[in-house]
DNA sequence: TTCTCTACTTGACACAGTGTCAACTTTAGG
DNA sequence: CCTAAAGTTGACACTGTGTCAAGTAGAGAA
């Protein structure tokens, strides 16, 4: 194993991002992405031991490269908690395209490979966390639908926000990704936020 | 490729259903089903020409021991829109645990075989009309909620329904399936039907 | 009985893709 | 000039699918 910086390993990182970027998915062979970055298939071995230790590399790379920590926390900054919701979805609904390719390769050895599955879930992990926020202060608003616990409604946010889902719409309906977020949006205030003119 | 009613055939069709009952999915390989169903390997492919032919037929058979059909379309004798989509929710809630084996096999094969993602393609368009007639149903009583088109609504439904979602809810957040009907139901009331008391 | 057809068995093999191993080459630094 | 690190080449083991050929067992017909 190389050192953790070395340019060829980037170069690795890169070379399968942009593979996996055309949607091929699992499709995407280790001869593939050393072609790609222009080095053998096994000098992909020196830095990676397996291709899930590549995948789940190449996704922390991508997170870096697009700073999605922070854009996700940036919903933490809204001042409601029906805002924060918004804000929220509107994040990962930007974030979804962007790491879709790569999605779709982890979540298909999701069944195969431990270390693809743990990759997999910490990442819906950290996600359920920001939709669990967003129920929170909706709650602590005083806003969140009096049906739903707090668990029952991050529950629901949380799969209605799957990348599946984001895959349905899109794919399938033909939802442009701006049609996704806006009707996610409504849909969600719809579910769980109780009605303030019916309050009133 | 023997003849279409051979007892053998049955007997691989059964072994491959009681090996993905286990939600094994697509760790199921045909050695696996040659030896549950007591024949050589070689066996199998005397019946099926393709793992994923195999599937297929499984699949099919799996529906008429069910009597898929006719339960799925009984909710067309509902009275109301409501009551259409109700009936509907509930049918499909109780259909899924039966398939769900079968289903994450051939959903697993959908990026890599075409015969798999078309008898799963296929399934899921018949799945959708069941949405659609609904929702047209709820259309005609004039209780679909007017933000939404037939269309839309048709798309949010058939997503809400996903199998993929069904299975985040059981074995994520560990929903009972009675859950599952249960709040599936109250969640699309509240997203497609207009409120009652609210006209009035 | 023998002949033949069919379903099945046994065992070998091609193919793809992952991962391993060993020996050789290139290049930069001391 | 020597060494060590990083990369190259080529061979190989392993798994699972699908193919092929030769052999066997049993049932029905001549």
Redesign the interface.
Known sequence: MSSENSETRFRILQAALDLLESGQ???VRMTDIARQAGISRQAVYLHFNTRAELLVSATHYLDKLHNTDERLAASRSAPTGVKRLETYIDAWGKYIPEIHGIA?ALL?MR??DDAAAEAWDERMRAMREGCQAAIKALHHDGMLNP?YSQK?AT??L???L?I??WE??TDQ?G?TNKKYIS?IK??TR??FVVNETEEA
């Open positions: 998915g699992n499709g779709k298909a069944d195969s049906d029952t529950d629901i949380w799969t209605m799957s599946r889902n349905q719409l309906c939802w009707e409504l849909l719809r579910i």
